[in-house]
């Protein structure tokens, strides 16, 4: 039984919910204006966490076919047999519906539709449109990943806010650089698989200049929180210093992606780099809120 429950709980893909739901919390924190309370925030993120779940399950459901070839994947209980494709259809279908329902009885209808809105783009943009056509696709795909905070926001006041909107950009801005990293880690199995992400079908220097970009448009998204919220000058100096370290890791990969001669090209580091930069810039609009000035 332990097993089984194990299986179904990898078909969710825990860490990546767990990033999710990192930035879920500071979110509701920013739109109250301090803590929204313990059963908002109970409910949430029990109810994100299932939605999240439910993508993931019909991303594995849908992708197993991939997922048998590729060595990153190989070991998801779909390819190995613990649990057949129609029990997981089945679990995913079960877990989204209960997703929308908890958050319509027991969040409000706002978060509901974008927690549909989110397993959508999801499941049918992203896994079923987007992934194996386009090396655009983590891009507008995406989308899905930055879901959570206009889930939480309307968690707590119902609706949205240009605040909410320059949280979501930087998440939208900060998914390639944190994504195409893991890919070009993974470049030959992705290659092996038939999905054309950019790394496979473009060469390092310019995923790299791409990611560039896209990580000067992450910070400048993070800064408008500033005055968009009322944010402190300690947020601006925390939001400004975490987005010059990650772009100088990114710039650092562009330097030997250019010049192999400067050593590997360290995408693992980004990767990693860039799941610090969002944990810490959302807890840093967590304490902000409780700062006296």
């Known amino acids: 039984m332990r097993g089984r429950l194990g299986a179904y709980l990898a078909l969710t893909k825990p860490r990546v919910v767990e990033l999710l739901l990192v930035t879920t919390v500071p979110t509701m924190m920013l ?7 313990l059963w908002l925030v109970l409910a949430t993120l029990v109810g994100g966490a299932a939605a999240a779940g439910s993508a993931n399950a019909f991303n594995c459901y849908i992708d ?6 590729m060595n990153r994947t190989k070991r998801r209980p779909l390819v190995t047999g613990e649990i ?5 259809l089945v679990f995913a279908s079960v877990l989204g ?20 809105t989110a397993i959508l783009i999801y499941v049918v943009g992203y896994t079923m449109i987007l992934k194996r056509r386009t090396p655009q696709n983590i891009v507008w795909g995406g989308i899905a990943g930055c879901m959570p905070v206009f889930i939480g926001w309307s968690a707590v006041t119902g609706g949205l806010s240009w605040s909410a909107v320059a949280l979501f950009l930087v998440i939208f801005f900060w998914t390639p650089p944190h994504y195409w990293p893991l890919s070009m880690k993974f470049r030959r199995d992705y290659a092996t698989a038939g999905v054309p992400m950019l790394p496979v079908v ?13 990580t000067v448009a992450m910070i400048v998204s993070s800064l408008a929180l500033v005055p968009l919220a009322g944010m402190t000058w300690v947020y601006a100096v925390v939001a400004s210093g975490l987005g010059l370290w990650f772009l100088a890791d990114c710039y650092g990969m562009y330097q030997r992606a250019k010049d192999p001669a400067r050593g590997k090209l360290g995408a693992m580091k980004v990767f990693h780099g860039s799941i610090t930069y969002l944990t810490l810039l959302f807890v840093a609009v967590a304490v902000d809120v409780y700062l006296p000035f």
Request: aromatic content about 10%; glycine content about 8%.
């Open 84 to 88: 057949s494709p129609r029990a997981a």
């Open 31 to 37: 739109a109250a204006g301090g803590f929204p309370g």
């Open 202 to 214: 473009a060469a390092d220097t310019k995923v790299a200049r791409e990611m560039l970009l896209y």
């Open 97 to 116: 519906a209960g997703s929308l329902l908890w958050f319509a009885l027991l969040v409000n209808m706002a978060s509901a539709i974008f927690t549909a």
């Open 64 to 69: 197993r076919d991939i997922d048998e070839v």
